[in-house]
Every structure is written in structure tokens, then in C-alpha cells.
């Protein structure tokens, strides 16, 4: 009688398990990509940065993400090495690079010093603390598409929308937790100490380091656990640089490319200014101003688990990411409009963009798979990090520019500290022009769709 093997991952226990070991990870390192976006006042009266170096600090996101390909190479060594060894690695880069921006931010070995970079200044803190943040950055964004694959190779044929959508929920989490917590933890014992934060990311990042170490045996059992493939198999399923270009010669990953960089521009970039927004525009107190933006990433926890497993049950996933996207614009042109200022409108304009963030993550990253074979996910999933770099790098950089060229409207002292006041209708206008680029990608993804047959309408779970 032939003996029916069993993968682990028809456990559901197994895979739920090893689901929530993962995004613990991811959730440590969402904490600290967030974690100085409510301190821009703090770091402007305590530090002297202005908000072109905030800008610049938080372009550096995509600075070797974006022009050394680090993101590219990640890839491809994920589908050539597997999770297990790019998991940890990309975790103990993440470790690395926080620990050089909480030595920027905390010491005074650099105050007062500026250095020349390739055709402009920068103040040595801000540099430092920069290079530290693009480092991190190579390592989560790493992580993120490690996780990716991880969760299809666990939930292909099952959950797998309502898998990623909670992972992207725990990941949330952590931006939730950093916008609410980072000021009071700022402010705390009665000193303003800004490099504080920083340093709670990083204990949260090494247990995370241990987290996903804590995976890696799991991933051992699955493997041992499933039918071993033949060296012809393994041949056939091994990676060539040569899928590279099968990858970028599809319309349809274009299409999820460009729809990704210019929804995730029109929120995370966005987030990292929202609590100066609070202040300036609906006078929210300083304290309290991060609990706003913070309703946005936990509205999410529940919404987008609730909207992947629509998708995994009933499709609809093109459709899902043009909705998504008509709500992006909806909020942020509300947001641009002057008269507009009460804090309730912007509680409830915070809410609604939740839904919208998270209607579309929930049915694009499940997507991916259904346009692109599974040998080559790591790396299309890879290109499309990159791709979204180029907007996380530049449009922090470019409001930054913006708000201190055009939209400085005088000073306040707060806390004792002299900041700038700034008038936010232009910057929100164009978080609204990149709302209705994403449509835009998001109605030709539908019709490329109904031409090729993906499937982006049909449910996830194989009966």
C-alpha cells in the first residue's frame, strides 16, 4: 500500500505558528522604521535639524535599496539560498544599522559638525544617522520579501491572502505602536531625550533576531517533512539570472510595480509627516498629536486580515486594489482642503485612509503569485521592493524640500524649543496626484488581467 506523506504544513497549527514567529519579527522591525517620524518638532528644537534634513534622513531609506540594488541582490540570494539564510541575515543587518543611528542620535561627538557628500552638505548627525537608517533598510526590506515567500511557501493553495493580510496587520502593529509611543518615551522622567525611542527599537529588533531564529528550525521540519525532488526537479527549479528578464518582460508585474510604489508613496511617506500635520493644520497638542496617524496602522490590523480573506474566498482582487486607491485620493485631497481643520475631520480621514491601505495591500502582494512562478518570487517580489524604494527614498526628500521652500508660515516655541509652522496644502495635493497615478495602474492591472487569465479575480483557496 503506498504511504500518503504528509507536509507539516498541513497542519494548520504548524503553519499559524509559524506565520506568527515571522510577523513578531517583521513587527520589531516596523517599530523602528517608524519610530522617528512624531519626533520631526523634537528633532528640530533639541537637535537643529530642519525639515530638508528630516527629509534627506528619511530619504536614506532607499539609498542602498535603491542605487546598489541591495534589494535586487537580496533576491536573488533568497531564491538561490532560501529563507533560512536570508532570513537571518537580513535580521542581523537590521540589528546593525539601528545600532549606528542610535549612536548618531545619542552621541555629541557629532554636534556641530558638517560634511561635504558628493555635491551638498549635510549636517555629520544627520549623515550618520542616515547611513545607520539605509542599512536597517536593506535588512527589513529584506526581511519583508523573506517573510513573503515564507508565507506561500506555507499557505500556497490555503489562506494565503489572509496569511499575508495578518503578517502586514503585525507588521502595522509596530508602526502603530512607534507613532503612539515614540514622543511620550521621548518625553519621559521629565528630560527630552530623542535617541530614547531608538534604543527600545533596538531591543525590540535583537529579540526579534531571536524570533526568527526560533523559524529556522521550524523550516528544517517542514523540509524534512515534505517529498524530497529529484536533482532533475531541482535543476528545473532552480533559479537562472535569466528569469530576471522573463520577470521584467511581464506586463502584468509592471503593472503591480508601479501600482505598489505609488499607493505605498501616498502613505508611508505620508505617515512620517502626519503628526506634524496634526499640529500645524488641526492644532492638535504635540503629545497627542502621533495618536492620530496611529489610528491608520491599527485600524489595519483588522481590516486587512478581514479583506485578504475575502480575496481567498471570494476573488475580486483586481477590484479590491482599484477601490483601495479611489479611497487614497478621496482622503488626501479632503486632507488639502484649508477650511477643513478640525481635529474630528481628521480622525475620521485617518480611518478612512486605513481602509484604503488596507484594501490594497491585502489583494497586490497575495497577486504576485498568481503572475509569476514560484522559483522566481523571491526576485519578483525583490524588483517590486525596489521599485517602491524609489518612492519611499524620494518623496520624504521631496515634501521635506517642499514644506521648507514653499510652506513655511512662521514660529512657535514649544517646550521651550523655536520650530517653524507650515501650511500643508501642497504636499497633501500631491499624495493626491500619486492617489490617482495608482488608479490608474490599478485599471490597466484589470484589463491586463481579463486579457491573460491571472486569475486576480478568482479565490485563493483551491477546494
Known amino acids: 500500500m503506498e504511504i500518503i506523506r504528509k507536509s ?27 519610530v522617528i517620524a512624531p ?55 537590521m540589528v546593525i544599522g539601528t545600532a549606528i543611528k542610535y549612536w548618531a542620535i545619542s552621541t555629541h561627538t557629532l554636534d556641530g559638525k558638517v560634511w561635504n557628500i558628493l555635491t551638498f552638505e549635510a549636517p555629520a548627525q544627520v549623515f550618520i544617522a542616515g547611513l545607520g537608517f539605509a542599512i ?64 527600545l527599537g533596538l531591543i525590540l529588533l535583537c529579540i526579534g533576531l531571536l524570533s526568527f531564529v526560533m523559524y529556522v528550525f521550524m523550516d528544517k521540519k517542514l523540509d524534512a517533512s515534505e517529498e524530497q525532488k529529484t536533482a ?16 521584467i518582460t511581464n506586463k502584468g508585474w509592471w503593472y503591480i510595480a508601479f501600482l505598489c510604489v505609488l499607493f505605498y508613496s501616498a502613505v508611508f511617506p505620508f505617515l512620517k509627516f502626519a503628526t506634524d500635520l496634526m499640529i500645524n493644520k488641526f492644532g492638535v497638542n504635540e503629545e497627542l498629536a502621533g ?100 518612492g519611499l527614498m524620494g518623496v520624504p526628500a521631496l515634501i521635506g524640500w517642499v514644506l521648507e521652500k514653499y510652506c513655511i508660515t512662521g514660529q512657535v516655541v514649544r517646550d521651550g524649543l523655536t520650530v517653524n509652522t507650515y501650511n500643508y496644502t501642497l504636499p497633501m495635493l500631491i499624495f493626491t496626484g500619486f492617489g490617482v497615478l495608482a488608479l490608474l495602474f490599478s485599471l490597466l492591472l484589470k484589463a491586463e488581467d481579463r486579457k491573460k487569465g491571472y486569475g486576480l479575480e478568482l479565490p485563493n483557496i483551491k477546494k
Not at 496587520?169 to 507613532?179: N, Q
Open 8 to 34: 507539516l504544513r498541513d497542519s494548520a497549527a504548524a503553519r499559524w505558528t509559524a506565520l506568527a514567529v515571522v510577523a513578531f519579527t517583521m513587527l520589531c522591525g516596523y517599530y523602528l522604521t517608524d
Open 39 to 93: 519626533l520631526k518638532g523634537l528633532l528640530e528644537g533639541k537637535l537643529g535639524w530642519g525639515s530638508s534634513d528630516f527629509g534627506f534622513f528619511n530619504s536614506a531609506y532607499g539609498w542602498f535599496n535603491v542605487f546598489l540594488g541591495m534589494l535586487i541582490i537580496g533576491g536573488i540570494i533568497l531564491d538561490k539560498m532560501g529563507v533560512r539564510f536570508t532570513g537571518m541575515m537580513a535580521t542581523t543587518i
Open 136 to 199: 536597517f533598510a536593506v535588512g527589513v526590506e529584506v526581511a519583508g520579501i523573506t517573510v513573503s515567500k515564507i508565507i506561500y511557501k506555507w499557505f500556497k493553495g490555503k489562506e494565503l491572502a489572509l496569511a499575508m493580510g495578518l503578517e502586514m496587520a503585525t507588521a502595522r502593529l509596530g508602526t502603530g505602536l512607534a507613532i503612539a509611543t515614540s514622543v511620550p518615551i521621548a518625553k519621559a522622567f521629565g528630560v527630552i531625550d530623542v535617541s530614547r525611542p531608538i534604543l
Open 232 to 247: 532533475a526537479q531541482l535543476e528545473e527549479d532552480a533559479f537562472k539570472l535569466s528569469d530576471i528578464l522573463q520577470i
Open 291 to 390: 495618536t492620530i496617524p496611529s489610528m491608520l496602522p491599527f485600524g489595519t490590523i483588522i481590516l486587512t486580515p478581514f479583506f485578504g480573506n475575502l480575496y481567498d474566498r471570494k476573488g475580486k482582487g483586481a477590484t479590491i486594489m482599484m477601490i483601495g486607491s479611489l479611497l487614497i485620493i478621496s482622503v488626501h485631497a479632503l486632507f488639502s482642503v484649508p477650511f477643513l481643520h478640525h481635529w474630528i475631520v481628521a480622525v475620521l480621514l485617518v480611518l478612512l485612509l486605513g481602509v484604503g491601505f488596507s484594501l490594497v495591500p491585502s489583494a497586490m502582494w497575495p497577486s504576485v503569485p498568481k503572475i509569476i512562478p514560484e522559483k522566481q518570487l523571491g526576485t519578483a517580489y525583490a524588483l517590486i521592493f525596489w521599485v517602491q524604494n524609489w
